[in-house]
């Protein structure tokens, strides 16, 4: 089969690796982690656009490497061949692997801020999130084992101790995004057929399809 990937720049790393053990066609966009700051209503007519701009004739599907991301894929449609997309609040659940750690880890600690290596492969996604960390007091590094050195470990260590926080360091699992690539469908996403809309849940689904 052969799919479309749009994904957040953040997963860069990542996905790369992924797409080179996987039985289908991929082609991958990588879209500017900017989106997430632009707003969600803008930030959904960008990927909408993004997707209609796909040629469904060559596609079988369109991938999402996105979490709800604070209601920014809510009301996407499916065009002419299916949508998929991880059911996860954000990307802190596709480098962890699994929304039940997610939500019981964030439960257990509040007041927490991740990054991974990804965040400081781009300046002006660091910068930003930087300048929101006033609202945490504790910082989590996610390794996902494709790191070529511990230099982002290490500079997360030195954000929390200068600013006094927690540092904790967190094992990642990139099975999330492993099965998205490889069609491996299961409960864990959503799966739009052509006409239909990704809707915010509210409740442990996250999204649903209306």
């Not at 070529?148 to 954000?159: C, G, H, L, P, Y």
């Not at 600013?163 to 799966?191: A, M, P, Q």
Request: proline share 3%.
């Amino acid at each position: 089969m052969r799919f479309k990937l749009l994904a957040c720049e953040i997963f860069r790393r990542e996905i790369s690796i992924l797409a080179k053990d996987t039985p289908h066609q991929i082609d991958i966009d990588f879209l500017p982690q900017e989106l997430h700051v632009i707003g969600r209503t803008r930030m959904k007519h960008r990927l909408a656009s993004y997707i209609a701009g796909v040629d469904a004739r060559l596609y079988d599907a369109v991938l999402l490497a996105y979490g709800l991301c604070s209601g920014g894929i809510a009301g996407l449609t499916a065009e002419k061949i299916p949508l998929v997309v991880p059911k996860a609040h954000d990307c802190i659940t596709l480098f962890l692997g699994c929304r039940k750690k997610y939500r019981d880890y964030f439960f257990a600690n509040s007041g927490t801020y991740f990054l991974t290596t990804g965040w400081f492969d781009y300046e002006n996604a660091l910068n930003h999130d930087i300048d929101m960390m006033p609202y945490y007091n504790k910082l989590a590094f996610i390794e996902t084992g494709t790191e070529a050195d511990n230099v982002a470990e290490q500079r997360t260590r030195k954000i929390a101790e200068e600013r006094n926080w927690t540092f904790e360091k967190l094992s990642g699992d990139l099975s999330l995004l492993h099965r998205l690539i490889n069609g491996d469908w299961n409960e864990d996403y959503l799966v739009v057929q052509p006409g239909g809309q990704i809707q915010e849940t509210y409740d442990d689904d996250v999204l649903r399809i209306c």
